[in-house]
């Protein structure tokens, strides 16, 4: 596992979440069930496999774009509070981050299985959970950097600082680096020790990809080579680390700096590369409601950001509970509707010609109210 730089989110992923949060949070305060879905947009996963140099984000697999998961680091529901799988489930969280985009990686099949990472997300031992829900309609929620989870996140930790692959007996294995807690959770939550799948391929790798890269470096140490040293070291560092699309990279990484230790390295000037993305930038929180909402409290925000398209379930009921919840917040001309909902001017005609004879709302003034007997004396 190595970190990875997503970048800038998709602007089809926020559209998608501009309406979908929006009726999440009005689901969860009714009780209802939310609708997960709208968050695999094309230019999400083709910009996720891209940045992931078309590897899986936990165990740096090649996989084909198509047929894999868009995994969510915090689930989306259900999240199992133990490393194993086996154990309690919190399920008040992660749903507001289903659609957020420093939450999603682009993983295989297999370790986004119940049996692997799925939906197991403990945490450090005596964290206590972030609090449930978007903290406000107006920004995208953002994963909780405050919470502390126990698994490696490679969108943000550098897994190689927790997470180290040591040779044994049958082969090369991860395991936490120098007895690291997360590392060695992750490790196991994971699979990535899988004695059946990965191992397997780890051996492969470093048999067939590390070993013949490295045979150059001890040949021109041993025969005192400077040219062909420095060559043979590029060479390797360019092809094993540095090459963004190379697998594995963490555990060449480990095996060159176990066969090549730091004193050796040193005695002959060679300089052991890093793999994998530089710290991310702290992002900017992304303002998700229009400008034209801004003053407005909270929950008539998302009243208005769950209209969604024309062709959403729902949409009639949706647009109507949000022409109400407009008006009752202060009366509104039908010009002031359309620019707030940035609906059209016939959208928010239907709206009314069912609200006013239903006396949900009540026209005075050029303006629409709610009805006296309702109490909206304003
Ligand atoms: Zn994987």
Same mark, same amino acid.
């Given at each position: 596992?190595?970190?990875?730089?997503?970048?800038?989110?998709?602007?089809?992923?926020?559209?998608?979440?501009?309406?979908?949060?929006?009726?999440?949070?009005?689901? &969860?305060?009714?009780?209802?069930?939310?609708?997960?879905?709208?968050?695999?947009?094309?230019?999400?996963?083709?910009?996720?496999?891209?940045?992931?140099?078309?590897?899986?984000?936990?165990?740096? %697999?090649?996989?084909?774009?198509?047929?894999? @998961?868009?995994?969510?680091?915090?689930?989306?529901?259900?999240?199992?509070?133990?490393?194993?799988?086996?154990?309690?489930?919190?399920?008040?969280?992660?749903?507001?981050?289903?659609?957020?985009?420093?939450?999603?990686?682009?993983?295989?099949?297999?370790?986004?299985?119940?049996?692997?990472?799925?939906?197991?997300?403990?945490?450090? @031992?005596?964290?206590?959970?972030?609090?449930? +829900?978007?903290?406000?309609? =107006?920004?995208?929620?953002?994963?909780?950097?405050?919470?502390?989870?126990?698994?490696?996140?490679?969108?943000?930790?550098?897994?190689?600082?927790?997470?180290?692959?040591?040779?044994?007996?049958?082969?090369? *294995?991860?395991?936490?680096?120098?007895?690291?807690?997360?590392?060695? $959770?992750?490790?196991?939550?994971?699979?990535?020790?899988?004695?059946?799948?990965?191992? +397997?391929?780890?051996?492969?790798?470093?048999?067939?990809?590390?070993?013949?890269?490295?045979?150059? *470096? /001890?040949?021109?140490?041993?025969?005192?080579?400077?040219?062909?040293?420095?060559?043979?070291?590029?060479?390797? %560092?360019?092809?094993?680390?540095?090459?963004? /699309? #190379?697998?594995?990279?963490?555990?060449?990484?480990?095996?060159?700096?176990?066969?090549?230790?730091?004193?050796?390295?040193?005695?002959?000037?060679?300089?052991?590369?890093?793999? +994998?993305?530089?710290?991310?930038?702290?992002?900017? @929180?992304?303002? $998700?409601?229009?400008?034209?909402?801004?003053?407005?409290?909270?929950? !008539?925000?998302?009243?208005? =950001?769950?209209?969604?398209?024309?062709?959403?379930?729902?949409?009639?009921?949706? =647009?109507?509970?949000? !022409?109400?919840?407009?008006? #009752?917040?202060?009366?509104?001309?039908?010009?002031?509707?359309?620019?707030?909902?940035?609906?059209? *001017?016939?959208?928010?005609?239907?709206?009314?010609?069912?609200?006013?004879?239903?006396?949900?709302?009540? =026209? /005075?003034?050029?303006?629409?109210?709610?009805?006296?007997? &309702?109490?909206?004396?304003?």
């Amino acid at each position: 596992m190595i970190r990875v730089d997503r970048g800038a989110e998709p602007s089809s992923l926020r559209a998608s979440r501009a309406w979908r949060l929006a009726r999440a949070v009005l689901a &969860r305060g009714a009780g209802d069930d939310v609708v997960f879905s709208g968050y695999d947009t094309d230019d999400t996963r083709r910009l996720l496999y891209a940045r992931q140099h078309e590897k899986c984000a936990y165990c740096e %697999m090649q996989a084909q774009m198509a047929g894999q @998961p868009i995994e969510h680091f915090r689930p989306k529901a259900h999240a199992v509070r133990a490393v194993t799988g086996q154990g309690p489930k919190d399920d008040d969280r992660y749903w507001w981050l289903a659609w957020t985009w420093d939450n999603l990686f682009f993983a295989c099949v297999s370790c986004n299985s119940p049996s692997r990472k799925g939906n197991r997300f403990p945490l450090a @031992p005596g964290a206590e959970p972030c609090a449930e +829900g978007p903290a406000s309609a =107006r920004l995208a929620p953002s994963v909780p950097r405050d919470e502390r989870a126990q698994f490696v996140d490679p969108g943000f930790d550098d897994p190689l600082d927790h997470i180290e692959f040591v040779r044994e007996a049958d082969g090369w *294995v991860p395991t936490g680096r120098d007895g690291d807690e997360r590392g060695r $959770d992750t490790v196991a939550g994971f699979h990535l020790d899988d004695r059946d799948g990965l191992l +397997g391929k780890y051996t492969d790798h470093v048999a067939l990809i590390v070993e013949p890269k490295l045979t150059p *470096v /001890r040949d021109a140490i041993e025969v005192g080579d400077r040219a062909a040293l420095d060559t043979a070291w590029r060479r390797a %560092m360019a092809s094993l680390l540095m090459n963004p /699309r #190379a697998g594995f990279r963490a555990l060449s990484f480990d095996v060159i700096a176990a066969e090549f230790p730091a004193d050796v390295r040193a005695a002959h000037g060679l300089t052991l590369s890093r793999p +994998g993305a530089p710290a991310p930038p702290e992002r900017a @929180p992304v303002d $998700d409601a229009p400008v034209e909402l801004q003053g407005l409290p909270d929950d !008539v925000i998302w009243a208005v =950001r769950a209209i969604g398209p024309s062709n959403s379930a729902g949409y009639g009921d949706r =647009r109507d509970s949000a !022409v109400e919840a407009l008006c #009752a917040h202060a009366p509104k001309t039908e010009d002031e509707l359309v620019a707030l909902t940035g609906k059209s *001017v016939g959208v928010i005609r239907t709206a009314l010609d069912r609200l006013v004879p239903g006396e949900r709302l009540e =026209r /005075r003034d050029g303006r629409y109210r709610l009805p006296r007997t &309702r109490g909206g004396s304003r």
